[in-house]
């Protein structure tokens, strides 16, 4: 049997869900948008000057586009934080990028998470929209054994263009997210 790219999966999810959801044509079937990597380093600068650079150069190594810092919103005196100050770093991916680091991300880097049973169903939001945390960067193979010093966690939400809950469940699973099985959940 063929392995099918996430794009063709995509394609393909209409066939499956047409009948659930009663869509007219494959313009209302949901499609990828974007992917978002975030990382919060804090202030984690104020002690280390190259911190965000690091982090920025290996979410670049990770992703094959440049990452941008993020700056405070707003001054918050208790968290000793200036307005502007980075306490960020974002990637958004669209396009050919975007689907190959969805193949990295379900094929390669998930599989290669210490413990990792799947995805908890829970994290699509009400648009249909999914967020992992991933712990340690260290899972995607881009990243050296010397980087093991300073392993940072980050924040991959995948976009869609789902407009429920059970729309984007249905979605992610067809593409070939790994969510968590319903026996797994009874055990806990």
């Not at 009948?19 to 974007?34: E, L």
Request: hydrophobic share 40%; net charge positive; aromatic share 6%.
């Amino acid at each position: 049997m063929k392995h099918l790219t996430v794009k063709e999966k995509e394609i393909e999810s209409f066939d499956k869900m047409k009948s659930n959801f009663h869509y007219k044509n494959k313009m209302a079937a949901p499609k990828m948008v974007k992917v978002v990597l975030n990382v919060g380093t804090g202030t984690a600068i104020k002690k280390d000057k190259n911190k965000n650079d690091a982090i920025s150069s290996r979410l670049a190594k990770i992703t094959g586009q440049k990452a941008a810092l993020r700056g405070a919103k707003q001054s918050i005196a208790s968290f000793k934080v200036r307005q502007g100050d980075a306490i960020g770093v974002v990637t958004t991916l669209r396009g050919k990028r975007m689907y190959a680091f969805l193949e990295k991300l379900i094929n390669v880097a998930l599989p290669r998470t210490k413990d990792f049973r799947g995805i908890n169903p829970g994290a699509v939001d009400n648009i249909g929209n999914l967020t992992i945390g991933i712990k340690e960067h260290t899972i995607f193979p881009e990243t050296a054994d010397e980087d093991i010093k300073d392993v940072f966690g980050l924040a991959i939400t995948l976009v869609s263009t789902a407009k429920t809950k059970e729309e984007g469940k249905m979605f992610f699973s067809l593409i070939g997210v790994p969510f968590k099985k319903e026996e797994d959940k009874k055990k806990k």
